[in-house]
């Protein structure tokens, strides 16, 4: 038990944890990307509840190490390029989705989901600065 209080104490345990977390976004990202190219390529192997799970468990590690170190992360400003490459991003996703509809009916719905992405990033944005 005390070995376990000492990891958790350790600063490089939250910085290795950060590390983990972004490396499983990467994997998320290329998961959601490569399903959207050939659908149930990858839902086969590896079940997306599986991954979202150990996604949240490594939220919950980070935050309870968080709490431990009583670490207070400074909410940064993001910049407008990581929004507007999030926003292309998930709009050429929706587009591939949607081969089938036809261009008239991708090109709307690319429209919506750029407008929709644009606003919540406006409202997280005003969020984070209140």
Known sequence: MQKIKNIIKNPMTYKLL?????????VVLGFIFFET???GIITSYISPF???TILFICIGLISFTAHKLNVSSPI???KKIIGIF???FFA???GIA???YGFFFDSIIAIFSLITFVL???LVRDMIRS
Request: hydrophobic share 65%.
């Open 18 to 26: 950060v590390d983990i977390f972004l490396l499983l976004l990467l």
């Open 37 to 39: 190219l050939l659908p």
């Open 120 to 122: 919540l990033h406006s």
């Open 98 to 100: 949607g081969f089938r």
């Open 76 to 78: 940064k400003t993001h």
């Open 86 to 88: 999030a926003s292309l």
């Open 92 to 94: 050429f996703l929706i």
């Open 50 to 52: 599986t991954l979202f």
